[in-house]
């Protein structure tokens, strides 16, 4: 070599291919694998960084190609390699530059131990290059990806390969490098793939990429991007429950580009923020345009990005349409990949907490498809598991157990869950029988335009779920439907009952008394001559008022079954129960079977009750009756029951008489005793509906057994004789009671003076009215108050006859609801008519009992002092009604005329009201009334007068400085009432309107009072 050559030019002339590296001033040269070292060298340092990378020593890409270019045409069978190393600058971040310098070093060292005769270069920060033989290839790839994957030093770093055949003697190496990137690159979002050849497909793609990029702004701006609906079905009864919005980019250049196109391009250049603002609006829009038709509407989700929360606030963009459209929150679900969470846990953790305190429901999506989705769920909070549906792709037994599994996970953690990819009828059998909520998938309808997706479901026979109906079914997120117990799902509307779902052993219990369909169950429930049917009938009601679990025994034609049933929900009538078969009242029933014959089971049906005693030493009872479900605890023993019967059941003054009647000890003596075998007594025992007719009780042995069956039925008897005969002959029957008969009379003679002297003289406005709400007595002070001459002004007479009531509705339903369930009303606000004026008048409302039943109600009036009760409030929401608006108007304009003192009224309209209604029912907008009521009364804060006008209409009036005090005042209660996310139970988004009025602004007075009421 001459030294009269720079190391440059030396280089260059060299027959062979060589690599360079500068290590403390020593060029080291690679010359055909030769490790040769020369520190005579004159060094052009300016030439050397300009073509070799300081750092690994290697050629740069200008100087690599050159490399490459001497003498192209010769080579045959050669490839180019083009390496990426990704997360590498996170990795930087995470460990310092100096650590990142050396990573690349070993990684540089590395590919050169690899691939020794062949021509390296690293073209920039993370990206290598190597031009070699197609020798043995894919081993040399697989070695060096595992090399660099397994260093120590490269924690957290992957590598992608991309691999260009030279086949074209004629093609720039620029060109063959540029291939070798593209199919490098088209690995991005692989996970399972770290070298890729390149295809002539995969410059199509580069360059439908290059078009996506640069026309996005304007797909955006011309609509191109469409919204597609794919339709979410509840699996249990196969409705309609939802909608997935997908994006579909129709061009005018291109066609229908499908998501996996456009999608990955946009979020590798981060763009997608452009794409997911977009469908956001339409589907906001969308809601608008159906809701303005009265067309059906439900619930629709939509998949965010993690770059949508890095590249815009994405929560203030979806909060922006939907108060622009009127969005209801709880028609809008956010779907987020677990990926998301694997970079940006802590940024998206924050957003899904505000997406949650708003009233917005979060799914996580596609579970199961990355490697973190456990640790996802126990660091966040989510309302639905999507699974992947890779799942249901491959559905064989390993796959089922798998979602089996994520179901039972989910309903544990309380939320719900939705397969995707459902084709086939059996995987939707699948899936209802292990009670995943809901499916998603082409069996109901593939992608289409919104009106297309819901009429491929109507012409199913696929109805509409209603937006009550969807918080209805929501409770069978409670039911653990994999549970190894007999139970069924069913609908009750207080007439007729529907089996939903039964498990299998449900079913099969059902066919060994000869049911064979759930059809035929309904059907027996649902025949009101059957005695069974107004069993259940009247069980349910029980269920119904307690919501607790009850048990009730039904005998069938080959066996007794309990049966534990709880209400899920309510929704307009309508009831969702789940109804499990004890397994141990099945086992139990087979010995009471041997000794319970035929006759013994038909007479089941005669009774109300019956409970079967065990006094064989194991001091427990096993209930059969249809009543006593929630007794039935086996543990706490016989005494425990029947004290819980007693006190819950009997009528407080038959429960001494009961205990010693069904007392453990005196059991055995009493039937012995008895002429007919039997133990006999009546008591006044509570019924379904609050009243306490008088019943017989009867205790029987079974024989052969050391038990006793305890039979309940009313008796033939309702005449007060009757009830004073069991009396008398209990107190005159037991010698120790003998002595207290004296007393009983006396204090009956105590009892009536008592009380007529309260009616005389009580200063307590007293009433009491029959079981037909007509007045059967008034105290002298209840005369006083309504201005009567005498009782016969009232008895016999019912409120409405009398016209003194506004709220008369209110006050029959009321009543009606005291007299039918014995319910005690605490506070009954009654709008009366008084002396002229409009008045509230407070009321405390209780059941009387007369022999045991409910015969009317009794009653005082609580805010009976004068002047108290003049009505300025508003008998719903206790702010100020009308009259009180006015009058409290009238001072603020007084005050405004005659000392000048500015005040301004804020009008706010609930016009969600009508829409509350409409969907959830009058009971849920009068919640919805109290909850505005309260926040807007809270919110003021004693600075105005609050009141309802009408209707959804709530009025402020506050005294100020300066305007913008009013303004801020005006947004608080916007804010606040905006918050609101529930009402009674149901979702619920408020968008209210409000108007401000100042005094100062208004000519004249009766320009004045027109605006403010």
């Not at 793609?205 to 609906?229: F, G, Q, S």
């Not at 229908?256 to 977009?278: A, C, Y």
């Not at 456990?374 to 979602?403: G, T």
Request: proline share 3%; charged share 30%; glycine share 6%.
């Amino acid at each position: 070599m001459s030294k009269g050559k720079t190391d440059v030019q030396t280089f260059m002339s060299s027959p062979g291919r060589e690599e360079s590296f500068l290590n403390e001033g020593t060029l080291t040269r690679f010359y055909k694998g030769e490790d040769r070292s020369d520190t005579s060298f004159d060094l052009d340092l300016k030439s050397i960084t300009w073509d070799y990378d300081l750092l690994t020593g290697l050629p740069c890409m200008k100087k690599f190609l050159d490399l490459v270019s001497t003498d192209f045409q010769q080579y045959e069978n050669y490839v180019f390699l083009y390496f990426n190393l990704t997360n590498f600058k996170l990795f930087n971040a995470k460990y310092g530059m100096e650590a990142g310098d050396q990573l690349l070093i070993e990684i540089a060292n590395i590919l050169k131990n690899v691939f020794k005769d062949d021509c390296l270069s690293r073209f920039s920060d993370d990206h290598f290059a190597v031009f070699t033989k197609d020798h043995e290839l894919e081993t040399k790839i697989k070695r060096a990806y595992q090399l660099i994957r397994h260093q120590p030093f490269a924690n957290g770093i992957d590598v992608k390969i991309g691999v260009y055949k030279v086949k074209e003697r004629n093609i720039n190496p620029q060109t063959a490098c540029d291939m070798a990137k593209i199919a490098c690159d088209s690995m991005r979002t692989k996970n399972d793939r770290y070298f890729e050849y390149y295809k002539p497909e995969l410059l199509r793609r580069m360059e439908l990429a290059d078009y996506i990029i640069t026309h996005i702004d304007e797909a955006v701006a011309n609509d191109y991007i469409k919204v597609y609906y794919q339709p979410v079905i509840r699996t249990l009864n196969r409705t309609l429950c939802g909608m997935e919005a997908l994006a579909r980019w129709i061009d005018p250049v291109k066609g229908f580009m499908s998501p996996g196109d456009f999608i990955p391009v946009l979020e590798e250049n981060h763009l997608i923020h452009k794409l997911d603002r977009h469908i956001a609006k339409l589907i906001c829009q969308n809601y608008s345009k159906r809701v303005a038709n009265d067309e059906p509407i439900m619930p629709v989700s939509f998949n965010l990005s993690r770059l949508d929360f890095l590249s815009c606030d994405m929560f203030e963009v979806l909060e922006k349409y939907v108060k622009e459209y009127k969005v209801p929150r709880d028609m809008i679900h956010i779907e987020i990949t677990e990926s998301v969470f694997v970079e940006d846990g802590l940024i998206i953790g924050d957003v899904i907490r505000r997406f949650h305190n708003a009233g917005y429901q979060v799914w996580m999506d596609d579970f199961g498809s990355g490697f973190s989705s456990l640790n996802v769920l126990k660091d966040y909070d989510f309302d639905e598991l999507k699974i992947d549906m890779v799942f249901l792709s491959h559905f064989n037994n390993r796959s089922k157990e798998i979602v089996k599994s994520t179901v039972g996970m989910a309903k544990n953690i309380g939320i719900q869950s939705l397969a995707e990819g459902v084709e086939t009828e059996e995987q939707l059998s699948f899936l209802r029988e292990i009670g995943c909520e809901k499916a998603q998938g082409y069996l109901f309808s593939k992608p289409s335009p919104y009106m297309d997706a819901l009429n491929a479901c109507i012409s199913k026979g696929i109805q509409v779920e209603t937006r009550a109906r969807k918080e209805f079914f929501d409770a069978l997120n409670k039911v653990d439907f994999m549970t190894d117990s007999a139970f069924a799902i069913i609908e009750d509307d207080g007439e007729k009952v529907e089996f939903l779902f039964a498990n299998k052993d449900f079913v099969c219990a059902l066919k060994e008394n000869d049911i064979f369909t759930k059809k035929q169950a309904s059907a027996i429930v649902n025949s009101p001559h059957l005695p069974v049917a107004k069993l259940y009938r009247r069980f349910i009601k029980t269920v119904i008022r307690t919501r607790q679990p009850e048990v009730v025994s039904f005998p069938l034609k080959k066996a007794i079954v309990q049966l534990e049933v709880t209400c899920l929900s309510q929704c307009q009538g309508h009831y969702l129960h789940h109804v499990r078969m004890s397994d141990r009242c099945i086992e139990k029933s087979i010995k009471v079977q041997r000794s319970m014959n035929m006759m013994l089971r038909n007479i089941y049906y005669l009774y109300d009750e019956i409970m079967i005693y065990d006094l064989s030493g194991s001091n427990d009872h096993l209930n059969l009756t249809p009543t006593l479900g929630k007794y039935v605890n086996l543990e706490k023993g016989l005494e425990r029951e029947i004290e819980l019967y007693c006190l819950e059941k009997i009528f407080p003054e038959d429960q001494q008489r009961f205990r010693e009647f069904a007392d453990k000890e005196l059991l055995s003596d009493y039937v012995k005793t008895s002429v007919n075998g039997a133990s006999v007594g009546y008591f006044r025992t509570r019924d379904e509906n609050g009243n306490y007719p008088w019943k017989m009780h009867t205790i029987i042995p079974i024989p052969q057994e050391c038990s006793y069956m305890h039979c309940v039925n009313k008796t033939a008897f309702k005449d007060v004789d009757f009830g004073k005969a069991i009396l008398k002959d209990y107190y005159f029957s037991m010698p120790r009671m003998k002595e207290l008969d004296r007393h009983v009379k006396e204090d009956i003679i105590i009892k009536s003076e008592l009380w007529d002297n309260m009616i005389t003289y009580s200063n307590t406005p007293y009433f009491w009215k029959n079981e037909n709400r007509e007045y059967e007595g008034v105290s002298d002070t209840f005369l006083d108050y309504y201005k009567l001459k005498g009782k016969e002004d009232i008895i016999g007479k019912k409120d409405e006859d009398l016209h003194w009531y506004i709220n008369e509705g209110q006050i029959i339903n009321e009543e009606e609801d005291i007299l039918k369930n014995g319910v005690i009303r605490q506070v009954s606000v009654c709008q009366s008519h008084k002396e002229g004026l409009l008045k509230d008048t407070i009321i405390v409302k209780k059941p009387y009992y007369k022999d045991g039943f409910v015969a009317g109600l009794i009653g005082y009036i609580v805010n009976f002092k004068e002047g108290e009760n003049v009505v300025s409030n508003d008998p719903i929401t206790g702010l100020l009604n009308y009259d009180g608006i006015v009058k409290a108007a009238i001072s603020y304009e007084e005050d405004y005329h005659i000392y000048g003192i500015e005040f301004a009224c804020i009008i706010i309209e609930i016009m969600e009201y009508d829409r509350i209604i409409k969907a959830y029912g009058r009971e849920a907008g009068t919640s919805l009334l109290r909850k505005a009521a309260r926040i807007i009364y809270d919110t003021v804060d004693g600075r105005g007068t609050v009141g309802r006008l009408e209707g959804f209409t709530f009025k402020v009036m506050t005294k100020f400085n300066k305007r913008e005090e009013v303004e801020k005042l005006s947004d608080k209660i916007k804010k606040a009432l905006y918050e609101i996310h529930e009402v009674a139970g149901f979702s619920c988004t408020i968008f209210p309107h409000i108007n401000i009025h100042y005094a100062s602004d208004i000519d004249g007075v009766e320009n004045l009072f027109y605006q403010m009421l």
